[in-house]
């Protein structure tokens, strides 16, 4: 059965970085495409960056420029370096993995979910 734990998560002052880490259990991680969400108060859920098995990185345009995605395959890792934070960036931060994305924004095409780590920032 597949897991994902995701850790890293905490309180920042605008401006500062953090860099979440995603651990899949129960599988090779390099054979899934993954992607971290966020989900602010009183909001829906949304797509922050997705990695395919190739490496193709994909961002939501809030994050490009700022966040980058990555994976350790050998550690079964999926990271979130996020930098020049936001407190607009504030949110729980989720961990999704798939055998097969079509529409990497939609949380309905991914089967596995991590618990989340929360990310606030103060302005």
């Known amino acids: 059965q597949v897991q994902l734990v995701e850790s890293g998560g905490g309180s920042v002052q605008a401006g500062g970085s953090l860099r979440l880490s995603c651990t899949l259990f129960?599988?090779?991680?390099?054979?899934?495409?993954m992607a971290w969400f966020r989900q602010a108060p009183g909001k829906e859920r949304e797509g922050v960056a997705n990695?395919?098995?190739?490496?193709?990185?994909r961002y939501a345009d809030s994050v490009n420029g700022r966040f980058t995605i990555s994976r350790d395959n050998a550690k079964n890792t999926l990271y979130l370096q996020m930098n020049g934070l936001k407190p607009e960036d504030t949110a729980m931060y989720y961990c999704?993995?798939?055998?097969?994305?079509?529409?990497?924004?939609?949380?309905?095409?991914?089967?596995?979910w991590g618990r989340g780590t929360q990310v606030t920032v103060s302005s």
């Open positions: 999704a993995a798939d055998f097969w994305v079509t529409r990497w924004l939609d949380e309905d095409d991914y089967e596995y």
């Open positions: 129960g599988y090779a991680s390099a054979s899934y495409t």
């Open positions: 990695l395919d098995i190739n490496t193709r990185a």
